[in-house]
């Protein structure tokens, strides 16, 4: 079971997103013969009535069906440290391509807010990370989790819509960034519970130059994160196909 804290919310947030496209626009200007704006007038108000029933004769499947996996904090055995903008990370086995959340843990002790930053990232052939700017697929946004004392500090990352991975049945990875100029201790095991990736660190950064370093794993072969990744098993669930998307934080 999952342990929970006691926190309070502080809103959305934006993340930036490094795949996909905008979306073109094309417009009728009103010129031209009387008819053929009739034309686009009458093409109009059909597609919108075929719209509305679509939605409203919509199937189940258009709703997420949500399944994780991950590393239960009952099996945390220490921390590591994130310093000065470095950042530790987790690979993982995507069962799905369509991300709901990340969720990690700090220790108790760490009841202020730190700001934590998140990315996810695509990885080479050996299973490393690829870092900024060829590998990335999500940058940010940073949340602020506030704990009780007792709990282990939750953040988790909601994606709504999800976040879509460029394949399925692959491997990927996710960081959590420090942010430069402080210090955060985010919840390990050394025991390799988890089977389908590792733990990664990257170097530091600096408060001109915050960005996600390149990843390294020497001497972490056994280690993994406490963390929780979610999907959504529908196939026809909208998705984050823009530049910008909405990413909020979830308190419990």
Known sequence: MMHSCSCFPVGSLRGKLWQGGLASQAKVDGSGPMITRYRFLF???????????????????????????????SQTEGAITCILGAAVGQTFMAEDSL???????????????????????????????????EGIILEGPSLDA???????VKIQYVFEPPLSLPWRNGQFAFFVQDPCGTYTDLLV?????????????????????????GAYGGGYDQYDMIFEVEFCRSGVTPVRRTSWGEVKVIYR
């Open 43 to 73: 093409a109009g108000i059909v597609g919108t009535v075929i719209l509305a029933a679509c939605r409203v004769t919509g199937s189940p499947a258009d709703v997420c069906t949500p399944h994780s996996f991950g590393i239960d904090t």
């Open 99 to 133: 991300v709901r959340s990340v969720t990690v843990w700090r220790p108790a002790w760490e009841t202020y807010a730190d700001g934590e930053k998140i990315w996810v990232t695509r990885v080479n052939s050996y299973g490393k990370p690829m870092i900024y700017p």
């Open 146 to 152: 506030f704990g009780d004392g007792v709990h282990p």
């Open 189 to 213: 095991s050394h025991s390799n519970p988890y089977t389908g990736g590792r733990l990664w660190r990257t170097g530091r950064g600096s408060p001109d130059n915050c960005g996600i370093l």
